[in-house]
């Protein structure tokens, strides 16, 4: 009985050995099927990478050409078009059985980490509307030769409360109460150039005229409270100081980087000096000039100025983003007069001191011709500082310093392939800052 039993326990356990062999083998064989996945998931995203620098390749080299054909007399139209992938194959099955995205999804969605097409070059991608904003607050390098003409409008309004005086019991003022106001109204027409040497630089020339009428307040006129005298100088249209510059783009945007241009401007005094100019004594008390006006208007600051800055553009259709910082240096300029007094002469130098710079803003594409922006613009002057030849050092004008911020608000619209219509309007923040600013902008792609 015992050896029946024995019998029957090793036929029991040779047949659970049996059975379990393909269960063993299933296992093996879906771990093999899961690694199989995993590797070609691995590869075939490897691959999508190397489509998608590939098609930016092709995008940069059909931009070039079509740069370097339009300098070469021909259009940009009659270029090459661009190489494009075939959607002929929307979805490539993967291995898995999951569908993911074929070529032509791969060209207009690079993978995760590739490299996307440089902000400001003409492709496919890049709407008229995107272009039109970066040549407005950053820089395009695609085009050989544009032109611009421009209009702008600033209103300019400060009010001064002087008090001749003091204080008795420490509630009554007793003196004179004067309230100075000047009002100014400038126009100026800027004709500019741009020029693109290479696919990463550009030159620029900006010649502006401006003419200028302000109008002086002032209360208190011949010791009366009550009576206000005024006077309006106008000016006939004058150059103002004509700068040019240089743009360079240091980095192209990529999906984790933005667009980044160094820009360089000279300022050349071409402009009408405010220093020299004759005034006009309409009140005087003894040797105290009460009241004086300037015979014209100057149309320049009269000393070389150097900028030096960056700008960043940021890709995030529909929006863009756009930044900016500058540092201007101004240069100490000798002038034969200082003296607002016409009886009296006084040379001496002026140094208008430093500037610095910054701006933030955001523009979006409405479609393929249209575009809004808005952008925070802020400007800090350092003091002026003067040196008289009789005194031999430097004395700083008190008031002289600026804090000048602002609120611009933008419109791109495409007229025609080769024409833009820009308006903007900005709206002082600050007491420095224009009241408000409006201007128009007409640039011409050749």
Same mark, same amino acid.
């Given at each position: 009985?015992?050896? @029946?039993?024995?019998?029957?326990?090793?036929?029991?356990?040779?047949?659970?050995?049996?059975?379990?062999? +393909?269960?063993?083998?299933?296992?093996?064989?879906?771990? #093999?099927?899961?690694?199989?996945?995993?590797?070609?998931?691995?590869?075939?995203?490897?691959?999508?990478?190397?489509?998608?620098?590939?098609?930016?390749?092709?995008?940069?080299?059909?931009?070039?050409?079509?740069?370097?054909?339009?300098?070469?007399?021909?259009?940009?139209?009659?270029?090459?078009? +661009?190489?494009?992938?075939?959607p002929a194959s929307p979805?490539?099955?993967?291995?898995?059985?999951?569908?993911?995205?074929?070529?032509?999804?791969?060209?207009?969605?690079?993978?995760?980490?590739?490299?996307?097409?440089?902000?400001?070059?003409?492709?496919?991608?890049?709407?008229?509307?995107?272009?039109? *904003?970066?040549?407005?607050?950053?820089?395009?390098?695609?085009?050989?030769?544009?032109?611009?003409?421009?209009?702008?409008?600033?209103?300019?309004?400060r009010k001064q409360l002087?008090? &001749?005086?003091?204080?008795?019991?420490?509630?009554?003022?007793?003196?004179?109460?004067? @309230?100075? &106001? *000047?009002?100014?109204?400038?126009?100026?027409?800027?004709?500019?150039?741009?020029?693109?040497?290479?696919?990463?630089?550009?030159?620029?020339?900006?010649? +502006?005229?401006?003419?200028?009428? #302000?109008?002086?307040?002032?209360?208190?006129?011949?010791?009366?409270?009550? =009576?206000?005298?005024?006077?309006?100088?106008?000016?006939?249209?004058? %150059?103002?100081?004509?700068?040019?510059? =240089?743009?360079?783009?240091?980095?192209?945007?990529?999906?984790?980087?933005?667009?980044?241009?160094?820009?360089?401007? *000279?300022?050349?005094?071409?402009?009408?000096?405010?220093?020299?100019?004759?005034?006009?004594?309409?009140?005087?008390?003894?040797?105290?000039?009460?009241?004086?006006? +300037?015979?014209?208007?100057? #149309?320049?600051?009269? =000393?070389?100025?150097?900028?030096?800055?960056?700008?960043?553009?940021?890709?995030?259709?529909?929006? %863009?983003?756009?930044?900016? %910082?500058?540092?201007?240096?101004?240069?100490?300029?000798?002038?034969?007069?200082?003296?607002?007094?016409?009886?009296?002469?006084?040379?001496?130098? =002026?140094?208008?001191?430093?500037?610095?710079?910054?701006?933030?803003?955001?523009?979006?594409?409405?479609?393929?011709?249209?575009?809004?922006?808005?952008?925070?613009?802020?400007?800090?002057?350092?003091?002026?500082?003067?040196?008289?030849?009789?005194?031999?050092?430097?004395?700083?004008v008190i008031g002289s310093?600026?804090?000048?911020?602002?609120?611009?608000?933008?419109?791109?619209?495409?007229?025609?392939?080769?024409? #833009?219509?820009?308006?903007?309007?900005?709206?002082?923040?600050?007491?420095?800052?224009?009241?408000?600013?409006?201007?128009?902008?007409?640039?011409?792609?050749?």
């Amino acid at each position: 009985m015992r050896t @029946i039993h024995g019998r029957t326990l090793l036929g029991l356990m040779a047949l659970s050995a049996l059975s379990s062999e +393909p269960l063993l083998a299933a296992d093996d064989e879906a771990a #093999t099927d899961a690694a199989q996945v995993q590797a070609l998931q691995r590869e075939l995203q490897t691959l999508k990478q190397h489509y998608a620098e590939e098609v930016r390749k092709l995008r940069e080299i059909d931009a070039r050409l079509q740069a370097l054909t339009a300098r070469m007399g021909g259009s940009t139209a009659a270029a090459a078009p +661009p190489v494009a992938p075939s959607p002929a194959s929307p979805m490539i099955e993967a291995g898995s059985g999951s569908a993911v995205p074929g070529a032509s999804a791969m060209a207009q969605a690079p993978a995760e980490g590739a490299s996307r097409p440089p902000v400001g070059t003409r492709s496919a991608g890049a709407t008229r509307s995107v272009e039109d *904003v970066l040549l407005q607050e950053h820089a395009v390098f695609n085009q050989p030769l544009i032109l611009e003409a421009g209009m702008t409008y600033a209103r300019y309004d400060r009010k001064q409360l002087t008090l &001749n005086g003091f204080l008795a019991l420490d509630a009554i003022f007793l003196g004179n109460i004067a @309230i100075e &106001n *000047v009002e100014s109204d400038t126009f100026t027409f800027t004709g500019s150039a741009r020029y693109s040497l290479t696919p990463n630089l550009t030159v620029n020339v900006d010649v +502006p005229v401006l003419q200028r009428w #302000t109008t002086y307040q002032k209360g208190g006129a011949g010791g009366a409270a009550a =009576v206000v005298a005024e006077k309006q100088v106008g000016s006939e249209a004058h %150059i103002g100081d004509v700068s040019g510059g =240089v743009s360079y783009r240091l980095f192209a945007e990529t999906a984790t980087r933005p667009d980044i241009v160094l820009n360089t401007s *000279v300022s050349i005094p071409t402009g009408r000096a405010p220093y020299g100019i004759s005034w006009r004594v309409l009140e005087s008390q003894g040797d105290y000039i009460q009241f004086a006006v +300037p015979e014209t208007q100057p #149309t320049g600051n009269g =000393v070389w100025g150097a900028s030096a800055g960056l700008s960043f553009v940021k890709t995030l259709d529909p929006a %863009i983003l756009f930044a900016s %910082i500058g540092y201007t240096h101004t240069f100490a300029r000798h002038f034969d007069d200082l003296d607002t007094n016409p009886a009296t002469r006084n040379p001496g130098r =002026v140094d208008l001191g430093n500037a610095f710079n910054y701006g933030v803003g955001v523009a979006f594409a409405l479609n393929e011709r249209t575009s809004l922006s808005m952008a925070l613009t802020h400007r800090f002057n350092g003091a002026t500082r003067v040196r008289a030849d009789n005194l031999g050092y430097w004395q700083g004008v008190i008031g002289s310093d600026g804090n000048a911020a602002a609120l611009n608000l933008g419109m791109t619209y495409a007229i025609s392939p080769k024409f #833009t219509l820009v308006a903007s309007l900005g709206i002082g923040l600050t007491p420095d800052a224009p009241d408000v600013t409006m201007g128009f902008k007409i640039p011409f792609m050749l």
